[in-house]
Antibody, heavy 125, light 110 residues
């Protein structure tokens, strides 16, 4: 059974940093691209970032490029973990952040086939 | 949102409802996949339909998808109370080089 579990959310001050983690299990982690998707309060889903299975290719939404960094550790010892380093946080980054598995790295057909339950990030002074 | 959905739809138990998702020539109209998700508050979003018309295992055949031109639709037949929730369409936009979601549609069973 595919399972994704996010952690690391919490309260951060504007300009501050947080690192989110997503522990993956139930599938060959290195064989799949992974993504972060967020939902701000009262808003819809917004794609944030994608990383390829090897970690060699990354994509970012314009709203986070230069501030957020996606990475992954494909080793068993790390429990197959996806990360999102968030720097220079802004109030508008307040959201529930979900990690999701991407069905394929062929962007024309890619969809998010499994999701975690999310972790809340609040940016406020 | 790059993809446009109605904010809400409603129907009585047993009825059929449809949710539209309007895009453009750089996303749905360009032939990129269209996918649908249901999201309940506090829960993980769930994939309902992928590649316009396909259902993952475990998703009832009451859910069906279609596409025409730059738009797509999700239909729910035999509406049930458990179908309430927020529904999102998703595609890829080749001009923006981003994965895009619709704004979401709240389904209410009367």
């Amino acid at each position: 059974e595919v399972q994704l579990f996010e952690s690391g959310g919490g309260l951060a001050q504007p300009g501050g940093s947080l690192r989110l983690s997503c522990a993956a299990s139930g599938f060959t982690f290195s064989g799949y691209a992974m993504a972060w998707v967020r939902q701000a309060p009262g808003k819809g889903l917004e794609w944030v970032s994608v990383i390829s299975g090897s970690g060699g290719t990354t994509y970012y939404a314009d709203s986070v490029r230069g501030r957020f960094t996606i990475s992954r550790d494909n080793s068993q010892s790390s429990q197959n973990t996806l990360y999102l380093q968030m720097n220079s946080l802004r109030a508008e980054d307040t959201a529930v952040y979900y990690c999701a598995r991407l069905s394929t790295m062929t962007v024309a057909a890619a969809f998010f086939d499994y999701w975690g339950q999310g972790t809340l990030v609040t940016v406020s002074s | 949102s790059v993809l446009t959905q109605p904010p809400s739809v409603s129907g009585a138990p047993g009825q059929r409802v449809t949710i539209s998702c309007t895009g453009s020539s750089s996303n749905i109209g360009a032939g990129y996949g269209v996918h649908w998700y249901r999201h309940l508050p506090g829960k993980a979003p769930k994939l309902l339909i992928y590649d316009k018309t396909n259902r993952p295992s475990g998703v009832p055949d009451r859910f069906s998808g279609s596409k025409s031109g730059t738009s797509a639709s999700l239909a729910i037949t035999g509406l049930q109370a458990e179908d309430e929730g927020d529904y999102y369409c998703q595609s890829y936009d080749g001009s923006l080089s981003v994965w895009v979601f619709g704004g979401g549609t709240k389904v209410t069973v009367l």
